[in-house]
């Protein structure tokens, strides 16, 4: 197989978006959240665990305790109730109460707009923090591309990111080939893609719309021809 020019992978992830933002016009973040805090501790909360579980629990968490002050005064047995069914309760209660302290002692009680100061607070990574800089504060601050399970997948099935495993080398090799205006909605269209499409036992090659950018969906379906 001959290698691919990054030239020509930049025009073929293009087409890819393209034909995705088609197939999911309304592609957003699925967390619910009226602020950056809720985003921020929603997405801490949807470490191992999905958005719609998630949101069964928030409602009654943000009703307690609505911003980093609060949050931050906060018994952590009484949020680790709450946040029970999420799993990995006792860690995800912890991080909730440790990341308000440190927003309302280093940021005056407002969640960060940089990459470099959000991930500096307590339970948050890259991923976490390209969430909130996409969603809230559109895309600046120095927000890179969100990875997660649905976009390793997807973009490796694309040939986008080799056998690349790491996800902070998974989100600079697809930096490299996608325009920044696009780095926001390509995570929501992974998500979104892999939950409707390219699902992760059995991907449904045959009506997916990027089959025919895509090398694994060839040889899935037989280099099926479009
Ligand atoms: Fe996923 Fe198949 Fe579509 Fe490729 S063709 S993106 S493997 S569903």
């Given amino acids: 197989m001959t290698r691919e020019s990054l030239a020509l992978k930049k025009k073929r992830v293009a ?36 958005d719609a579980k998630v949101n069964t629990v928030t409602p009654e968490l943000f009703r307690r ?15 680790e109730d ?16 440790e990341m308000s302290r440190e927003i309302v002692l280093n940021h005056n009680g407002e969640v960060p707009s940089t990459l470099t100061e959000l991930t500096k ?3 948050v990574g890259r991923k976490t923090a390209n969430v909130v800089l996409d969603a809230c504060f559109g895309g600046a601050g ?35 080939i996608i325009q920044s205006s696009d780095w926001p ?6 998500v979104w893609h892999g939950r409707a499409i390219c699902l992760a036992r059995r991907p449904l090659c045959e009506v997916c719309p990027v089959l025919q950018w895509c090398p694994e969906g060839k040889i899935r379906t037989g280099g099926m021809k479009l």
């Fill in 185 to 190: 909605v390509y995570g929501h269209l992974m």
């Fill in 142 to 176: 120095g927000a890179g591309i969100v990875v997660d399970t649905h976009c390793k997948r997807i973009s490796r099935r694309l040939g986008l990111i080799g056998r690349e495993t790491d996800p902070t080398r998974i989100e600079f090799a697809l930096m490299n």
């Fill in 15 to 50: 087409l890819i978006i393209d034909a995705l933002n088609r197939t999911y016009p309304e592609a957003a973040c699925t967390l619910d959240h009226r602020s950056p805090f809720e985003l921020l501790a929603a997405t801490i909360l949807a470490a191992q665990c999905t």
């Fill in 121 to 123: 607070l307590r339970g």
């Fill in 82 to 97: 709450i946040v029970h069914p999420l799993g990995f309760f006792r860690q995800k209660s912890k991080s909730l109460i």
């Fill in 65 to 79: 305790w609505p911003d980093a002050f609060a949050m931050a005064s906060a018994d952590s047995r009484e949020v």
